[in-house]
């Protein structure tokens, strides 16, 4: 139960970041994308503990909401500029694009920094929010990691 529970909650929160990106208009910059990853693998493994709900399965789940917190902070420490963030940018596949088209795909593409705060809530971020709700999921990974069978 436990794990289902924490696996719901990083289920939550990817759906609160597509409803920001797609329905509020705020597309994620790189470190928020990271922020996602650890997600899917926590939601992923809510669906094995489904099948195999054993300690192993909690153990992980706990590391990959440590894993989302981690980027969360580092994240948060990027947007109150207590160090710098990565300076180095993604894009997508440019083969057979003309000059024009290429041109056009560049100047259409939105401009997302790390450094810079879209939406707060009680003086917290969204990269802050997801490192304080993660460490708690991970709390409920861990609990259910040390549940006796």
Known sequence: MLMLLAAGGS???MLGALA???IGGLPPCKLCIWQR???VVAIA??????RFGN??????GALAALATAAVGAYHTGVERGWWEGP?????GPIGGLSTDELFDQIMNAPLVRCDE????MFGLSMASWNMVISLVLMGLWIAA???PA
Do not use: D, N
């Open 11 to 13: 289920l939550a929160l």
């Open 20 to 22: 920001f990106q797609h």
């Open 37 to 39: 990853y650890p997600h």
């Open 45 to 50: 493994l809510g669906a094995v503990a489904l």
């Open 55 to 60: 300690a192993a399965v909690a153990w992980l």
């Open 87 to 91: 300076t180095t940018c993604t894009s």
């Open 117 to 120: 705060v879209p939406w707060e």
């Open 145 to 147: 990691a040390r549940k």
